[in-house]
């Protein structure tokens, strides 16, 4: 009899088949029945260590995950005649944590670039607060594009530098939001996706902790399953 703890990514799937005949030819009648029980709450209690695992595991890999990140973590768990849990990531951060997990190039989804907050201020997590382009967008004074500077040609959100007029300390009250630097600051710059390097390694964690956790969890469930049915 198997035991199947599945570890899903996006689209790939992960099986890790723990072996328990041999564990079940010893066990007494009362015992074996309660096997069924035994089998999922292990499973689902593996699933839910491995899901730990890989949530504690995000600030090794990016900065300050969100919220969202973390949380996308989740677990499927297992049933009494079907010994498959599942740690999975929710659809929407599958698409751009997949390649950090096989490879490939950043996900950016519907947006055009990857957006780094420059002169813009950035929300705890060090990413653009929600609608800040459009906000920027209605000022007069910025606008999107390519400008190039003394090293590169960036593209990105600039913002043109108030006239002199405007920079005196009466006028920079009215308008705080100002660009007094005398030059165009750059708010958003605009980076291409680029290769990923960094990788989350969910399935070598999830192995390595199934296998190290088994044996524990599996007496434990079972000797809770048997001790419920007397």
Request: hydrophobic share 40%.
């Amino acid at each position: 009899m198997d035991s199947v703890l599945t570890l899903r990514v996006s689209m790939l799937e992960l099986s890790i088949r723990s072996n328990i005949e041999a564990v079940s030819r010893k066990l007494s009648a009362l015992a074996y029945r309660q096997l069924p029980f035994a089998e999922a709450r292990t499973v689902t209690e593996l699933a839910k260590l491995a899901a730990d695992a890989e949530r504690n595991a995000l600030p090794q890999v990016f900065d300050n995950p969100t919220p969202f990140t973390v949380n996308s973590v989740a677990v499927q768990p297992a049933r009494k005649g079907t010994p498959v849990a599942r740690v999975y990531i929710r659809d929407k951060a599958a698409r751009y944590l997949a390649p950090y997990e096989f490879g490939g190039v950043q996900y950016l989804g519907a947006k055009p670039a990857n957006l780094v907050p420059a002169g813009a201020s950035a929300n705890q997590y060090g990413n653009l607060p929600r609608n800040a382009i459009r906000k920027y967008m209605g000022r007069l004074d910025v606008f999107m594009g390519s400008v190039r500077t003394k090293r590169r040609t960036a593209y990105g959100v600039w913002q043109r530098p108030a006239p002199a007029q405007s920079t005196s300390p009466r006028r920079r009250g009215k308008d705080r939001a100002a660009n007094t630097t005398g030059s165009l600051r750059l708010l958003v710059a605009f980076h291409a996706p680029v290769e990923t390097k960094k990788r989350l390694e969910f399935g070598k964690r999830a192995e390595a902790l199934v296998s190290a956790n088994f044996d524990r969890v599996f007496g434990r469930e079972l000797a809770r399953a048997i001790a419920n049915a007397t």
